[in-house]
């Protein structure tokens, strides 16, 4: 049998249901190859061997029982560190969780559990997901396997590697300002941000509670749609969990027919300090759209430039009161505790060891934003910036039914080359923070290679609030005329990593 | 003209509970600095007349049943901390001799 590791997981599960293979064959293929390759990429900071084989050994006697299985049991997944599962390390890429283990699961976990979805182990993130490149993970960089010496994106970087790794199939991200899109721009995969509320927070470590959303990553649109439809639904222990049925997002990746679709290419977001490259794919897929029976018009957001700035007063807002949990009282890292130091001293010293330098500014940038005597110009203004830039989005879906961009205005960059630059960092997510900040449904969908650099180019597809399936549609319509052009999806020109046993 | 000084930053972790040495002072100072001038721009737009958005998507509160659900043990609830006595999160001392 040809590699298991290079199968989507629609094929895997077509294996299993025939007979053709076991869970427990499946996941093991994909535990050797991390094995193998993860020395050089570092996309786990655990890997669950003995959990996710018994896992696995469960669903091969569930379907031997004649058990009803889920479309996904059975497949491996490579599990973001910043979501709980009960047991197994949890660290949001953070010093100060450094060995903790949740005594429960999140309800991403529990609903992947639940549809016999195989948990490898957990992937590695900017800490806290406050970054774009994995660099500020205290546990190391996660390298891209497109090109080892780059970065894979972030803050979900070491999911998109994992998946681009051929270490797992599907994978888990959480995306507050683009960390699911723009690791997957960055990796050949697609990267769906689901509505804002589509799926549920609980259990997952939070970053800014009005952004931070779940989503699927995978190597295929259909792969993606069907794990979005394992995880999404109402939660009634997520307090904005939207209470309506999940969008139709696996009909719209099977078809992927754009006849008569209108799309808009938002004017703001291409020019100045957009990689050439990146733009030469961006219109030659906004061509084929267009072949392919789509409408294409051009729409302006005029307030989206402002978008970048609103969104770092209120992320660290967010942040700042978020993070005061880890106050070295109830879980995590404790310093200092020697019965002089009181209470707060202790609180410092553990702060001043366990967060990271990212972590340091944002927390001090929201705690000042949210300060007396600023709170009118910064905070507040914020607020109403994010309401001008949901009426851009509102504006725009009346006259169009999605909105087009790049993912990401470069592709992938060297590591250490903006990890001392906030503001070049910061500047990654351009394109993909209005719709953390309206709270709409978007995806990044693989286009090809920059001429530059032969890296990945991203294309993003922002739909209206709880249409996620549109995002699919427009993917799935990619997907399919590029896998004419190039004889499979884009990951099948991925150079291959040098195999270590 | 910096937009915030190296006391207002040294001010700043005290409120965050963050006991900065003085080399993350002189590093992250300038930093903030220029993020704050960034952030700034939000000042350009005019909207006086705008309501503020908290959340993306409208809200309403909601209630559930007062009714006993499963929770944590008092061992799972204390698994992770750093001390515990008594079935309890032991904790320093939070008041000062003079107190």
């Keep these: 049998m040809s590699d298991l590791t290079r199968k989507t997981a629609v094929e ?222 109402y939660d009634p222990m997520d307090s904005t969990s939207i209470n309506q049925p999940v969008p139709a997002v696996v009909d719209a990746a099977r078809s992927g027919d754009v006849t008569g679709l209108r799309i808009g290419v938002v004017k703001e977001l291409g020019g100045e300090g957009y990689q050439p490259g990146v733009e030469a794919r961006f219109h030659e897929a906004v061509e084929l759209l267009t072949k392919l029976g789509a409408e294409v018009v051009e729409v302006s957001c005029p307030h989206f430039q402002y978008a970048l700035p609103a969104y770092y007063l209120i992320l660290p807002s967010e942040a700042s009161s978020n993070l005061a949990k880890f106050d070295a009282m109830r879980f995590g890292l404790r310093v200092g505790d020697d019965g002089e130091n009181d209470a707060e001293q202790v609180m410092r010293l553990t702060r001043e060891a366990g ?30 910036v994010r309401t001008l830039i949901a009426r851009d989005f509102t504006n725009a879906y009346e006259q169009v039914d999605v909105l087009v961009s790049p993912a990401t205005p470069t592709t992938a960059f060297a590591i250490g080359d903006r990890v001392d630059d906030p503001i070049a960092m910061y500047k990654n997510d351009l394109c993909t923070i209005p719709s953390n900040l309206a709270g709409n449904a978007a995806g990044s969908f693989p286009i090809g290679l920059a001429d530059e650099d032969g890296m990945p180019v991203g294309f993003h597809v922002m739909a209206p609030v709880m249409r996620d399936d549109l995002c699919y549609l427009v993917g799935a319509a990619l997907e399919s005329a590029y896998a004419d052009q190039w004889g499979g999806v884009l990951m099948s020109k991925a150079p291959e990593l040098e195999v270590t046993r | 003209m910096p937009s915030i000084t190296r006391e207002e930053v040294a001010h700043l972790a005290r409120l965050a509970r963050i006991e900065l040495s003085d080399d993350e002072l002189d590093h992250l100072a300038p930093q903030l600095d220029q993020i704050i001038g960034l952030v700034a721009q939000v000042s350009d737009v005019a909207a006086e007349d705008i309501p503020p958005t908290s959340h993306a998507l409208p809200l309403t509160n909601v209630m559930r049943e007062d009714v006993n659900v499963p929770c944590l043990t008092p061992e799972q609830a204390l698994s992770g901390a750093p001390a515990a006595e008594e079935q309890r999160f032991r904790v320093p001392r939070i008041l000062t001799e003079e107190a």
Aim: proline share 5%; hydrophobic share 40%.
């Design chain 1, 12 to 233: 895997l599960a077509e294996l299993m249901s025939s007979g053709e293979t076991s869970s427990v064959e499946i996941t093991q293929a994909h535990l050797d190859r991390i094995g193998a390759v993860d020395g050089a990429v570092h996309a786990f900071l655990h890997v669950d061997t003995e959990g996710a084989l018994a896992q696995a050994a469960d669903v091969d006697a569930r379907r031997a029982a004649g058990d009803e299985l889920g479309p996904l049991a059975g497949v491996p997944l490579a599990l973001k560190d910043v979501l709980t599962q009960d047991g197994v390390p949890t660290t949001a890429g953070s010093k100060i969780l450094e060995g903790w283990k949740p005594p429960y699961d999140s309800t991403v976990v529990k609903r992947l559990k639940a549809a016999g979805i195989v948990i490898l182990g957990k992937t590695n993130m900017d800490e806290f997901a406050m970054g774009s490149s994995t660099e500020n993970s205290a546990y190391g960089t996660t390298h891209n396997p497109w090109d080892l010496n780059r970065i894979p994106g972030g803050s979900g970087g070491g999911s998109s590697a994992a998946i681009s790794a051929y270490q797992a199939p599907l994978a888990i991200g959480t995306d507050t300002g683009g960390s699911i899109r723009q690791p997957a721009a960055f990796t050949g995969t697609v990267g769906v941000k689901p509505t804002y509320g589509g799926t549920s927070r609980y259990g997952l470590i939070a970053l800014a509670s009005s952004l931070d959303t779940p989503g699927p990553c995978a190597r295929t649109t259909l792969d993606a749609a069907l794990l979005h439809e394992a995880i999404a639904g």
């Design chain 1, 355 to 384: 967060f990271g330098a990212e972590v340091k500014r944002r927390i001090m940038l929201g705690t000042h934003a949210l300060s007396s005597g600023y709170y009118d110009a910064y905070y507040g203004q914020a607020q109403k």
